[in-house]
């Protein structure tokens, strides 16, 4: 039983019950608007002492709420109690006001419809329960000697044994009616109030930009501060394994230790300057090939990592990007590397057939299993790399491991 009434009684169906009250509530004004014309043009004073002037003056209201709905609050206003109350998804309805001519005559259909069905349902639900009602309890009444309805109405005994039945099926009727309204309003309210392809395609595009910008930062944030824990963790170690024997490589490692972290921190207030609507002033610049590589290699050797760095092509010839980005893959297989303390490590940067080509290696038996959530220090890569339309392989290769990038110096 419960199942059967579900549709009629249920959460759902008794919030697009309030939905359309509300539509009818929204139409009041125009129906008082029309009750005016009415009156004017029959020339009765009251035009609600009569049903059949009644519905016309909702008949006249409905053209002149349709009128009104370009209002530009109507679309979100209308999307807003959609949302809420008929259980739609939000991507599936517009946000913004109409602007196109298409859109406004979408929201002036629904918005007519909206007040048409709502007014139709608020009428019935103020009728319906009281004379319903009164139909249930008239056997009580009637026993008691107090029928509220005509002798005539309840003259015969089987009147009166149906009455509560046809009551109760005033109820089902009302319930039955409010949940089919609410339902076609429902089905009718994405391809009324919802965005137009323009529309989808700009939201499309604005969540791939601002994917695009969360993966920019994560990997930023990655390359930039795990090279940096990674080599202030070596340099922390080797200074505390020497600290009663190098007193000198201690003094380097801590300075080292400082640069990194400094260098570090300026890094990170670039990479948040991500999440500003513009880089403030004093910003740290992206490090680059040009200006950083130098000290990239200096502060990975003082970890105790040996790093041997041919640099086959001016990093101040490369173009501005490609030398960011570049900076960052060489780092990145230096981070990886860091890792694996006491491998040494070749840097190769040249330049051939219009492409920038990377190669970080590092002897294979030293490369330990993977760690388990690792391998996001190559998918960024991977990443950067597809993004300046290169290519990059990363693997064992003979006797070494092998991180082998190419990049494109034209498209960039």
Not at 4 to 24: D, E, K, N, S, T
Request: hydrophobic residues 50%; charged residues 15%.
């Amino acid at each position: 039983m419960t199942g059967v009434l579900q549709p009629l009684f249920g959460g759902r169906a008794r919030r697009r019950w309030i939905h359309l009250i509300l539509g009818g509530a929204l139409a009041m004004p125009y129906v008082l608007v029309g009750s005016v014309i009415v009156g004017l043009l029959t020339g009765v004073d009251d035009v609600f002492r009569s049903l059949p002037l009644q519905l016309d003056s909702f008949a006249v209201g409905l053209p002149i709420a349709a009128v009104t709905s370009p209002f530009p609050l109507t679309r979100p206003l209308e999307s807003a109690a959609v949302r809420a109350l008929c259980g739609i998804d939000a991507d599936l309805l517009a946000h913004g006001p109409a602007r196109t001519r298409a859109e406004r005559g979408r929201t002036a259909i629904w918005f007519t419809l909206h007040l048409g069905l709502g007014g139709i349902i608020a009428g019935m639900s103020l009728a319906f329960p009281p004379f319903a009602a009164t139909l249930i309890v008239l056997p009580v009444l009637a026993g008691l000697g107090h029928s509220p309805l005509a002798p005539e109405l309840i003259g015969t005994p089987w009147a009166l044994a149906l009455s509560p039945v046809a009551g109760l099926a005033m109820l089902l009727t009302l319930a039955a009616c409010a949940a089919g309204c609410g339902a076609l309003l429902a089905r009718w309210a994405p391809a009324l109030l919802g965005p137009t392809p323009q529309d989808r395609l700009a939201a499309a595009e604005a969540r791939a930009a601002d994917l695009a910008v969360r993966n920019r930062l994560a990997r930023e944030l990655h390359d930039s501060v795990g090279h940096a824990l990674s080599a202030v963790t070596l340099q922390a170690s080797a200074a505390r394994r020497l600290l009663d024997t190098d007193p000198e490589f201690v003094r380097e490692a801590l300075a080292a230790i400082e640069e990194t972290t400094r260098r570090t921190v300026g890094e990170l207030d670039a990479v948040l300057g991500v999440l500003r609507e513009g880089d403030a002033p004093g910003t740290a610049p992206a490090p680059t090939l040009e200006t950083d590589l130098d000290g990239l290699l200096r502060r990975t050797r003082a970890a105790g990592q040996p790093v041997t760095a041919t640099v086959g092509t001016d990093p101040a010839a490369l173009p501005p990007l490609v030398s960011r980005e570049a900076y960052r893959i060489v780092q990145e297989g230096l981070s990886n590397a860091l890792k694996h303390a006491g491998t040494a490590v070749a840097v190769r940067i040249a330049t051939a057939a219009g492409h920038l080509e990377i190669t970080v290696e590092n002897p294979l038996g030293d490369v330990p299993a993977p760690r388990p959530g690792g391998g996001h220090g190559l998918r960024g890569i991977a990443d950067r790399v597809r993004l300046l339309g290169g290519t990059a392989q990363a693997g064992p290769s003979g006797d070494v491991w092998r991180l082998s990038v190419r990049l494109p110096l034209k498209a960039a």
